[in-house]
Each structure stands twice: as structure tokens, then as C-alpha cells.
């Protein structure tokens, strides 16, 4: 069983940033590759970025590629979204995923999940 707490979601305005953090316990091959959606109400949940253990580079929605980076610790149960230079089209609930598998941008790929964080962008 892996439990994800996230936090730093909060109001920024355009143009600002902000950085989310997840920390996951449990067995650590449960959370081998780390992810961040996001989630509109009356939208499906949607791909932000992903990061495994192996080094390999982390992957990306296209549309946010140079403005939010995810990267974990050196332990590897924390995984953060650093959001820059934001935009009201970035509100949303933003949640955390784990799986112990490479996967991924396909939520059902993924088996464990945070609570979500509100990230609200207005000025």
C-alpha cells in the first residue's frame, strides 16, 4: 500500500510560479515512476509530466513543456511540479500518481493517487 501527500497548491498570479510537492511511503517499487494530472471540473483527468527511478529523462505533456518541470529527490519519494510562468488555463486540481512500472501518460496506468491539490491562477 503506497500513501501520497501532496502540497503547495494554493492562488498565484499569471505569470508567477509555483511548486507542488508529493510524498509517497510504502514499499518503494510501488512508486517506481512518479506523475502529476491535472483535473477541470467536467474535463477527464489529464497527463502534466512523469519521472521513474531510472534516470531516464522525464516525460511531458507537449503543451506544457518549458514551463513546468518535475524531478524528484535524492531518496526518490518525493516527487516535485515546479510551474513557472503560469496561466489562468492552468487552474486546476492537481493530483499525484505512482506506479512500479515505466508507464506512461495514461491514468490507468497508474495505481496509486494523492487527494489533489487546488492550484488556482488569477489575478
Known amino acids: 500500500q503506497v500513501q501520497l501527500v501532496e502540497s503547495g497548491g494554493g492562488l498565484a498570479q499569471p505569470g508567477h510560479s509555483l511548486r507542488l510537492s508529493c510524498v509517497a511511503s510504502?514499499?518503494?517499487?510501488?512508486?517506481?515512476?512518479m506523475a502529476w494530472f491535472r483535473q477541470t471540473p467536467g474535463k477527464e483527468r489529464e497527463f502534466v509530466a512523469s519521472?521513474?527511478?531510472?534516470?531516464?529523462?522525464?516525460d511531458y505533456a507537449d503543451s506544457l513543456k518549458g514551463r513546468f518541470t518535475i524531478f524528484r529527490n535524492s531518496t526518490a519519494n518525493t516527487v516535485y511540479l515546479q510551474m513557472s510562468n503560469l496561466l489562468p488555463e492552468d487552474t486546476a486540481v492537481y493530483y499525484c500518481?505512482?506506479?512500479?512500472?515505466?508507464?506512461?501518460?495514461?491514468?490507468?496506468?497508474?495505481?496509486?493517487w494523492g487527494q489533489g491539490t487546488q492550484v488556482t491562477v488569477s489575478s
Open positions: 510504502g514499499p518503494h517499487y510501488m512508486y517506481y515512476t
Open positions: 519521472v521513474s527511478r531510472l534516470g531516464s529523462p522525464p
Open positions: 500518481a505512482t506506479s512500479s512500472a515505466i508507464v506512461g501518460g495514461s491514468s490507468v496506468a497508474y495505481v496509486y
